[in-house]
């Protein structure tokens, strides 16, 4: 597929799901209905869409160098290029797996959600065929990793029990808030990186396919942490925004596992001092989090403490 017609087509998506976004507030059930449509018409299947033995091109990349972690430091500018094609591929496939991590963690969220609600409601219908979504999108990202060659990358132990002590805890407020730090970031990348013709066909293949369904989810969780905020009780705000700014210092942290910078032969305490201190850096993670930061602003999460927790993390300039 072409770049054009892929970029056509996650306009064409975007637009139907978003051509409705005058007004605050909106009708929870037209919403869904919005978006049940715009599933039904840019749904699809990976393991028939993309060509998974299509050979690898030694000359591109994994990732677009200027998103890789070590990007224009020292350390990088030191690096051969074929070590850094090598850390692009161990990256794609650190943050595949934070992917599926986080989409598990979605999955759970929206059960929850969904729980004590009308389980014919085209809002449940819809929280369900995003989980179908997220299912096929966790078994891409796996795909992919296996495919590609690099190890899975898991997160933490800590961060991976701190989770399930978040998605526990979790208000629904809170919940979407979550959601909506695991896939903006990520979907901002995404969007750099399928029409890149630096990048592997299989990797812009992948990411087209998640960002075109991503924009369904986060117009969800978007509409809905919008009427949560205005219609929660105070100590429920206020817990999101606690919440929401842990959420964010683990997210930053998590981002990419240090292991790829030992599987590829960098010392990982030198690497990891360099991207902490690297200002390049810090301008993708802002960058990629600021349509998101604006949103929370603007509703009232990036209030108090919690502001200041997204300011530590990283992901919010001072």
Known sequence: MTTATAAS????????????????????????????????????????????????????????????????????????????????????????????????????????????KSLTSNHVRYALTEIEDECRHSKMFARMITTGGAPFYPVSRVHHNLARLLKT???????????????????????????????????????????????RHVRYAREELRRQMVSCPRWEAEFTRLSAGEAARVFSVAFINPEVYTNVGLDKREAMAQVRESGHRREV??????????????????????????????LLAK
């Open 9 to 116: 087509d996650t306009a064409t998506a975007e637009h139907e799901i978003l051509r409705d976004a005058l007004g605050l507030l909106k009708d929870r059930e037209k919403v869904a209905e919005r978006l049940l449509e715009s599933s039904r018409k840019h749904s699809f299947d990976p393991d028939a869409e993309l060509d998974w033995d299509q050979p690898f091109d030694d000359a591109k990349w994994f990732w677009p160098p200027e998103l890789v972690s070590l990007y224009d430091t020292p350390l990088w500018k030191r690096m051969p290029e074929e070590q850094r094609h090598e850390l692009a591929r161990h990256e794609a496939a650190s943050l595949a797996s934070l992917g599926i991590w986080f989409e598990v963690i979605l999955m759970q969220l929206l059960v929850r959600h969904i729980y004590d």
């Open 169 to 215: 805890v979790s208000t629904t407020p809170g919940s979407f808030t979550a959601t909506l730090l695991g896939e903006e970031i990520l979907d901002w990348m995404q969007r750099l990186t399928f029409p890149d013709e630096r990048v592997q066909d299989l990797v812009r293949g992948v990411t087209r396919i998640h960002v075109i369904e991503e924009a």
């Open 285 to 314: 993670m802002q960058s990629g989090a600021r349509r998101l930061t604006d949103f929370l602003d603007e509703i009232g999460v990036l209030r108090g403490l919690g502001r200041r927790m997204w300011v530590s993390s990283g």
